[in-house]
T-cell receptor
Framework: EAGVAQSPRYKIIEKRQSVAFWCNPI?????LYWYQQILGQGPKLLIQ????????DSQLPKDRFSAERLKGVDSTLKIQPAKLEDSAVYLC??????????????FGPGTRLLVL | LAKTTQPISMDSYEGQEVNITCSHN???????ITWYQQFPSQGPRFIIQ???TKVTNEVASLFIPADRKSSTLSLPRVSLSDTAVYYC?????????????FGAGTRLAVHP
């Protein structure tokens, strides 16, 4: 079974530029998550989709970050304009249903963003 | 959501058993305890989950006392490849949906 795919793996941009990350979850998984992981910290949830609807975006900086999951499959996370503090690893994860404490989240390898 | 406290770092040697304890004093009745493992340059990976008593799988064991205010992840006979960050997470629900709240985790270094 294929895992969660993310691209690109690495990205270097200058501040105030725009950047987009792509995620393809495990086939059949209804729930998709985007996390931000700053060096030395645990991942922080940015947004959670259930199919193509948003169920939690309380920690998404909406003035610069946006995400979509058209057709309830793959997803794109965008930052516009980027700030230095956005340098981090952006992780995508998916789970089968999204409900129930016993459900496992499967993470992709992440995209490492460096903002100069 | 229950807050967790775990050691920032631990050191061990190959072949030893490693026990990482996580404190979660305000765990709720419907909360489960889940551990994830993260290697450098990879996303976290599910290790084990439990509600009470003891759970064992091919990778680890999870010990949960009766009051559920703490839990211990046990890794038997660690190897160099077990060097990673281990996260303890408690409590799933946010509006009915799963929500993982990660702390800083425990950085385990296994030495030859």
């Amino acid at each position: 079974e294929a895992g969660v795919a993310q691209s690109p793996r690495y990205k270097i941009i200058e501040k105030r530029q725009s950047v987009a990350f792509w995620c393809n979850p495990i086939s059949g998984h209804a729930t998709l998550y985007w996390y931000q992981q700053i060096l030395g910290q645990g991942p922080k949830l940015l947004i959670q989709f259930q199919n193509n609807g948003v169920v939690d975006d309380s920690q998404l900086p909406k003035d610069r970050f946006s995400a979509e999951r058209l057709k309830g499959v793959d997803s794109t996370l965008k930052i516009q304009p980027a700030k230095l503090e956005d340098s981090a690893v952006y992780l995508c994860a998916s789970s089968l249903v999204g409900r129930g404490p016993q459900e496992t989240q499967y993470f992709g390898p992440g995209t490492r963003l460096l903002v100069l | 959501l229950a807050k967790t406290t775990q050691p920032i770092s631990m050191d061990s040697y190959e072949g030893q058993e490693v026990n990482i304890t996580c404190s979660h004093n305000n765990i709720a009745t419907n909360d489960y305890i889940t551990w994830y493992q993260q290697f450098p340059s990879q996303g976290p990976r599910f290790i084990i989950q439990g509600y009470k008593t003891k759970v064992t799988n091919e990778v680890a064991s999870l010990f949960i006392p009766a009051d559920r205010k703490s839990s211990t992840l046990s890794l038997p006979r660690v190897s160099l490849s077990d060097t990673a960050v281990y996260y303890c997470l408690v409590g799933p629900f946010s509006g009915g949906y799963n929500k993982l709240i990660f702390g800083a985790g425990t950085r385990l270094a296994v030495h030859p």
